[in-house]
């Protein structure tokens, strides 16, 4: 059970004292002295005519109260998940005491608003009541509801009209929970994947605002547009939409409206928003090459409060800088030159829809790029999704968040606070089998995995991890460490929820990378090829699925069996879009190819007509350096480091193909499989061979035979990412919106 809010039950308890001057309004005290103040608030709140506000839309801007008069600002703002390593999201595991920690984090990184996207349990809205009691510079809350996206969907992906009887109510319901939580006013019934529980904290003096809503799909809107031509628009006591709307815009408009009468119910007002992103933008983009991505339109100036809600109404976008490809491929905006005169295409992109919401608040609810060993996407100007160490992350966002100042919005609501293990990407979203095991390993070539400034980390603590930095302590500490005796080295090998890890330790002399290649097999399953045309000379003692080459920092590299390569199968044997050869096909050919990912298949430019071939990333380069975050020279995304006569190697596991390695699960050889199949491995036979300095065949050596327990509970720990700092003095840069 989780203890009650006793800062609430003391300040209620002296509030006896007083009850004369008290009135006792939905379970709150109010002191009325012109505005109102919360007894266990330090933020003022201004009541007129029987209304209360502490948030409202002022001069076209989102402003708080402060007591006298309404302060406009620029909101430094994050996202934060709903769930820990070996949860799916809807068990939404954190705790009261995870809660309360991250909120002092968060400000103390300068953040003042937290955007989460549907209700949490009642322990989250107590811990943010009792970290904001007393407080003169609370941390604020834009509070999420959640849309109904399986109705809208249908059962088997197929998009419906959002304006069905069923979907109305659903979304109706969800609204009505959502306000009754956050005024602490509800108890909820156990229902799977959503919070429940007796919801007692009124964290209202707190929510700066609604955003309804998920990101729209383009096929429901349409589907709902073309289901209701000539609908009469919709006309609400608070919200209405304009003579232009479409039906979507209808129904949004409905939906705003069921968020201010619940509010009103307790006599509240605050300014509200829809969720919408670059693909449903109201902007017309005639470069983008996807159909879906220009399809249809949800226009937030189609909407807007009547007479009677007074807090105003705002937008809200998803806007990040490498998707859609309009961000790289509409000419307009590889022009653009921002503030400080550089080229940047999101700035002009940000500027366009500045333009377009004029007279209304506008923020970007959501940005940003991931620290991941892996990329889904290339962006413009370098701002690729995924392959970013710490710092580019933390530098490129806080290049973000200058743009979207810069282009006049009203806040920056960055994605996200911590690194999510269950999350899922396109290109990587194949290989992981069984779904629902991901949140039990950490895949590093999963770029939405690793978007946070808090790096979620195997291990109970920083001294569980292995770190790449020359030194041993580590790998003295490890019970479970298989070593292996070799002539002039010795192999130790360990592993975590996040990688595979090796020590190789010279017996004399230190090592010579650049003189003398070290090759490693990997062998997971029968079949494979004992030679290698990325070693020649080396003869393996059985079939290996990948081989890693370390000869240099600049020429090392994993690389895997043709016949294995799943890359290479679908994208050149089964969908033609890639070179491709017959004897790929081929186990034992000694064909070993580079370690790739998709980033885009092929495209056409209609406006520029031309044609942008299918584009690919190699993600097997192996690169030297430390990975101990104490280090000056620390990098995340280094893969080996030698130092001395020792040498270590992490290799994420999705590199050895495995798709879930705490079950030990790999995929199939895809050419005899016929298809992305997978089965349990028995371990892994790791055989390394140093190659002689007179070039001399080596012959095969006895592997390792490293196998592990399978887990169904993962240990993690949290670290600051060197993202934090740099978005910390960023967000420290107060000023007030642009005008």
């Not at 948030?55 to 769930?83: C, Q």
């Not at 000539?230 to 479409?246: I, L, N, R, V, W």
């Not at 090392?556 to 994208?571: E, F, G, K, M």
């Amino acid at each position: 059970m989780k203890k009650k809010n006793t800062v609430r039950l003391a300040l209620g308890i002296a509030a006896l004292i007083v009850i004369c001057a008290v009135g006792w309004v939905y379970g709150a005290p109010y002191i009325q002295m012109g505005s109102t103040a919360s007894l266990n608030t330090m933020q003022p709140i201004q009541e007129e005519q029987g209304i209360k506000r502490m948030a409202s839309v002022k001069d076209g801007h989102l402003a708080v109260y402060d007591g006298t008069e309404w302060k406009p600002e620029f909101w430094n703002g994050i996202n934060m998940g709903a769930t820990t390593p070996g949860h799916a999201p809807g068990e939404l595991s954190p705790s009261k005491e995870d809660y309360l920690r991250w909120f002092g984090q968060m400000k103390d990184m300068n953040v003042n608003v937290l955007r989460i996207y549907t209700i949490l349990p009642p322990y989250f809205y107590e811990a943010l009541a009792e970290f904001n009691s007393g407080r003169k510079d609370p941390l604020y809350m834009l509070h999420g509801i959640w849309s109904p996206e399986e109705a809208l969907m249908g059962e088997n992906g197929q998009p419906r009209d959002a304006l069905q009887e069923d979907t109305i109510e659903q979304f109706r319901q969800e609204i009505k929970d959502a306000v009754q939580v956050v005024h602490g006013k509800i108890n909820l019934k156990s229902n799977p994947g959503h919070a429940s529980g007796k919801f007692t904290a009124d964290v209202s003096p707190y929510l700066l605002g609604w955003i309804v809503g998920t990101e729209w799909d383009p096929y429901v809107v349409k589907k709902t547009d073309d289901a209701h031509p000539g609908m009469k628009p919709f006309a609400g006591t608070y919200f209405q939409a304009s003579a232009d709307a479409s039906p979507f815009e209808s129904w949004l408009a409905q939906m705003l409206d069921t968020v201010a009468q619940e509010e009103m119910k307790f006599g509240w007002q605050r300014p509200v928003s829809f969720t919408n992103w670059v693909t449903t933008d109201p902007l017309t983009h005639p470069n983008e090459p996807a159909d879906n991505e220009d399809l249809v339109s949800v226009d937030p100036m189609h909407v807007s409060p009547t007479e009677q809600w007074t807090a105003g109404y705002f937008a809200s976008y998803h806007v990040y800088p490498y998707y859609p490809d309009l961000l790289r491929y509409e000419e307009k905006y590889q022009t653009y030159k921002d503030s400080t005169g550089e080229i940047n295409p999101y700035a002009g992109y940000l500027h366009d829809l500045r333009a377009h919401h004029q007279g209304i608040p506008l923020i970007v609810a959501e940005y940003g790029v991931p620290s991941s060993r892996g990329m889904a996407h290339f962006g413009p100007v370098g701002r690729n999704q995924g392959m970013h160490t710490e710092k580019e992350q933390g530098e490129i966002n806080a290049d973000l968040y200058r743009s979207i100042y810069d282009e006049k919005l009203d806040g920056a609501v960055m994605f996200s606070w911590q690194d999510e293990w269950f999350k899922i990407t396109w290109n990587t979203m194949d290989l992981d089998a069984p779904i629902q095991r991901r949140p039990f390993w950490r895949n590093m070539l999963t770029n939405e995995e690793h978007f946070g400034v808090i790096a979620v980390e195997p291990g109970r603590s920083k001294e569980d991890l292995i770190m790449l930095d020359g030194k041993t302590a580590d790998w003295e500490r490890k019970k479970n460490a298989v070593v292996k005796d070799y002539p002039q080295f010795s192999l130790t090998t360990v592993h975590d929820e996040a990688y595979v890890y090796m020590m190789l330790k010279k017996k004399e002399g230190s090592w010579q990378t650049g003189q003398q290649p070290l090759d490693i097999g990997f062998d997971t399953l029968d079949g494979g090829s004992t030679t290698s045309d990325k070693a020649p000379g080396v003869a393996f003692g059985k079939g290996q699925e990948f081989m890693l080459r370390i000869k240099g920092a600049d020429d090392s590299a994993i690389y895997v069996n043709s016949a294995y390569d799943q890359h290479t199968w679908l994208y050149g044997s089964v969908q033609k879009l890639i070179p491709w050869k017959q004897e790929f096909a081929r186990d034992g050919s000694g064909i070993f190819l580079p370690w790739k990912l998709p980033t885009s298949k092929e495209l056409y430019l209609p406006q520029s007509k031309k044609k942008v071939p299918f584009e690919d990333v190699e993600i097997g380069i192996m690169k030297p350096g430390i990975t101990d975050p104490d280090s000056p020279e620390f990098n995340n995304l280094a893969d080996w480091y030698a130092s001395g006569d020792v040498m270590e190697i992490r290799i994420p596991w999705m590199l050895l193909g495995f798709t879930d390695p705490s079950t030990a699960k790999v995929w199939r050889y895809p050419y005899e499989a016929g298809g992305l199949k997978f089965v349990e491995t028995k371990g892994i036979r790791i055989e390394p061979h140093l190659q002689p300095a007179s070039g001399a065949q080596e012959a095969a050596v006895e592997p390792v035979q490293y196998k592990w327990n399978k887990w169904e509970k993962p240990e993690y720990h949290e670290r600051f990412k060197q993202s934090y700092d740099i978005l910390k003095q960023a967000f420290g840069e107060k000023r007030p919106p642009k005008s």
